[in-house]
């Protein structure tokens, strides 16, 4: 399950807590990411069916302008766009380094194939 971004969905604990109808992890991913992404979530909040599937979304990866972009240009991921590192993939990086890790894997295995 590998987002637009290059994280694999599978592997979140939101994508798995709601998969499992796990209301006592939803509660303690709630307060873990409120203190990580500085904002209030709550149990309510924590649900999603991962990136590309149908399905609710958890609220930044809903409004997430690379998910967005990747749509639009009718990409598999960010690793497969011509204009890899655009700005905007940039800053996601520089909040979120893994995804920059992600991504470079991503771009190895398209090279070795
Ligand atoms: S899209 Fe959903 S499952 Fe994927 S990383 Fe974001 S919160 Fe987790
Ligand atoms: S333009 Fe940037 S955000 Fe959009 S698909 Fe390409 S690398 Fe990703």
Not at 71 to 97: G, S, T
Request: hydrophobic content about 25%; some cysteine.
């Amino acid at each position: 399950m590998i987002a637009y971004c290059g994280l694999d969905c599978s592997r979140c604990e939101t994508y798995r807590a709601t998969r499992d109808d796990d209301e006592k992890t939803r509660a303690e991913i709630a307060a873990k990411w409120s203190v990580r992404y500085q904002c209030e979530l709550t149990v309510d909040d924590i649900n999603c069916t991962g990136c590309k599937e149908e399905g609710v979304k958890f609220s930044f990866c809903g409004q997430c302008p690379v998910r967005a972009c990747c749509r639009d240009r009718d990409l598999d991921h960010c690793a497969l766009c011509p204009d890899y590192i655009c700005e905007k993939l940039q800053r996601f990086i520089d909040q979120a380094p893994t995804v920059g890790r992600a991504l470079e894997k991503l771009r190895q295995k398209n090279k070795n194939r």
